[in-house]
């Protein structure tokens, strides 16, 4: 007769968070992220938002999650919403990202008349560099020549500093083509990168709200870049993104987006040219 071994029955192991965080401070986080940056919150990244944000409650030193919203939501908490919404957006890039788009610009901008201004706008920039991949881009493509201008703009302030700046590492810039870093870029004494004063000088780095209504630009853009980003928004944004995009391109401009995005239902204002590259449609809405 065989004896039967008892099963060995692990303790229950419970995981306290250091602050409570229901199901009602998520959705009030939810709510103010959508209302004001057109971020769309899947349920499922609860644990990214609390991750995120509790280290912004502890420097704060209030005592939970409900504190924090009626904080962001008090006249006192203007400077505060700045660094909500920069916790919870993603700046993963890096140059020359997606690649056959800048070869696809480049193809564009040679047959664009010699002499005229080109203007493109970057639309998320993140830390830069992609705004300082199209401004490579565009001098390669023209051989140093022409008067072109980017506007690289982005919700996240602190990224748009480290853009302004254009100072990299150097296994950043060890990814770039080669012959770029020694043309585009000066060795400092740390032993990282900085954006020579040329191709500094063709970006402008600004904060933009892509969900609000008060954008600043009044000309016409050759080409705009809008990557990844709204990949965060639901249809109804991404649609209304769009058409704002619209009468900001040129009638023959490009708009670049990211490789896992696809605007089908915008089909009367944007109609695909090649791979994650649209251009303005043919029948006007």
Same mark, same amino acid.
């Given at each position: ?5 008892? !099963? ?104 664009? !008349? ?136 040129? !009638? ?34």
């Amino acid at each position: 007769m065989h004896n039967k071994i008892p !099963p060995i029955i692990l303790p229950k192991v419970e995981f306290t968070r250091e602050f409570a965080f229901s199901e009602q401070d998520f959705e009030r986080v939810r709510q103010l992220i959508y209302k004001e940056a057109g971020i769309s919150l899947n349920p499922t990244k609860k644990d990214m938002v609390y991750g995120r944000l509790v280290r912004r409650i502890r420097e704060l030193k209030l005592d939970g999650f409900a504190a924090y919203v009626d904080f962001l939501q008090s006249a006192g908490g203007k400077r505060e919403f700045e660094l909500f919404v920069n916790a919870l957006t993603t700046n993963l890039t890096f140059f020359f990202r997606e690649e056959h788009h800048f070869h696809m610009l480049a193809d564009y901008l040679k047959t664009l !008349p010699a002499g005229q201004e080109i203007s493109i706008w970057c639309a998320a920039s993140s830390t830069g560099e992609e705004p300082y991949s199209i401004a490579m881009t565009a001098l390669e493509a023209l051989g140093g020549r022409g008067n072109i201008t980017i506007l690289a703009t982005d919700l996240d302030t602190s990224v748009l500093e480290v853009g302004r700046k254009g100072i990299y590492s150097a296994d950043k810039i060890a990814k770039l083509p080669a012959g770029h870093a020694a043309r585009y870029f000066d060795k400092l004494p740390d032993g990282n990168y900085q954006a020579k004063a040329q191709l500094r000088s063709m970006i402008t780095f600004s904060q933009l709200n892509l969900v609000h209504n008060n954008w600043p630009m009044r000309k016409q853009f050759d080409a705009l870049f809008c990557r990844n980003v709204m990949i965060y928004f639901d249809r109804d944004t991404q649609f209304a993104v769009l058409k704002k995009f619209h009468p900001l391109i040129k !009638p023959h401009g490009l708009l670049f987006v990211g490789h896992s995005e696809n605007f089908y239902f915008a089909s009367d204002y944007f109609s695909l040219r090649g791979k994650t590259v649209y251009e303005l449609a043919r029948r006007k809405p």
